[in-house]
């Protein structure tokens, strides 16, 4: 089973709002998603994303493929930035 990070769509007619999920590549669009990682809201007039950046990391170093699209998110997130050294 190859998995995908990839967005799907939520929200009204004309309003879209978007989940970045992990889902089976196979699945559609609305299908079964394995893991909600966070939103992307395009229309916002603040933050347009909120992305869990632990969960993404682990899904991405269990193998999933993003996007095109949503390697842009990660990347403003800061998931492929090197972890921050933590203070002892």
Not at 62 to 70: I, N
Not at 78 to 83: I, N
Request: aromatic fraction near 6%.
């Amino acid at each position: 089973m190859s998995l995908k990070i990839r967005l799907r769509r939520v929200g009204r007619k004309n309003q879209p709002s978007y989940r970045i999920v992990v889902a089976d590549s196979r699945a559609s669009r609305e299908g079964n998603v394995v893991a909600l990682l966070g939103h992307y809201s395009p229309r916002s007039k603040g933050p347009q994303y909120d992305v869990d950046v632990e969960k993404t990391r682990a899904w991405l170093a269990k193998g999933a493929t993003p996007s095109e699209t949503v390697v842009t998110l990660l990347k403003k997130a800061g998931c492929f930035a090197a972890p921050a050294a933590k203070e002892a």
